[in-house]
């Protein structure tokens, strides 16, 4: 099968504005890091970065240009729409969400959801229903087909904002599988939404340097052997409304 990884982003933010371009390591900004990232899967044959039609999301479209990648501009309010016209758009058969404040995510954890998708058979797999891994490593894997159902089936705003609730969602009767972690992680938060979150962030590159390709694995051992860092940040909730 085809896998198209459609990245969410957006340089707006009232907690963080612009974090999409703020640089982690050396010259490389969030989203740069997150794609170097991502590129050693073995399952993902296209990416996409799914922006808004806004002016201040310019420099997202500029910067996969500069990088010979797709980029596709839609509703910034309507974010069902935007993954799904994204989705059309580029002919993709079965889709790997990830968001654009992520940029720790981890190809070995994309391609273990993309495994697991593949052998349950399923319209929607992912590490978060319920999550084990730390905020900051969600991965979602659906269809074509059942991204379409869901976007000219819902009208609800949360599921129009947040994409996949719609999928997610018992009574839709959606086949699905949840990747989960032998060890339960989700307490950890290594997402970039505060000046806390990057802050956090910088101090884990920083550690790495200049290894980009640490995993999932390295990281949580060294959060976990510094507890103390994980309390920079660790005011803020986890939001399960992806």
Known sequence: MSFTAIIQARMGSSRLPGKMMMPLIESKTSIE?????????????????????NKEDDPLEELAESLNMSCFRGNALDVLDRYYQAALHHQAQEIIRLTGDCPLHDYRIIDDVCTLYLRSQVDYCSNVNPPSFPDGLDVEVFSFNALKKAWSKSSDEVDREHVTP???????????????????NADLRITLDEPKDLEL???????????????SHELIDFLRANEKLTEINSKFQRSLDL
Not at 39 to 49: A, E, F, G, Y
Not at 201 to 215: E, Q
């Open 166 to 184: 719609y999928l997610r969602a018992p009574e839709n009767k959606f086949l699905t599988s949840n990747y989960a972690s032998e060890v339960n």
């Open 33 to 53: 890091v997150m794609l170097e990232r991502i590129r050693p899967s073995r399952h993902i044959q296209q990416v996409v970065i799914a922006t808004t039609n």
């Open 201 to 215: 962030i910088r101090i884990v590159f920083d550690k790495f340097a200049p290894h980009l390709n640490f995993s």
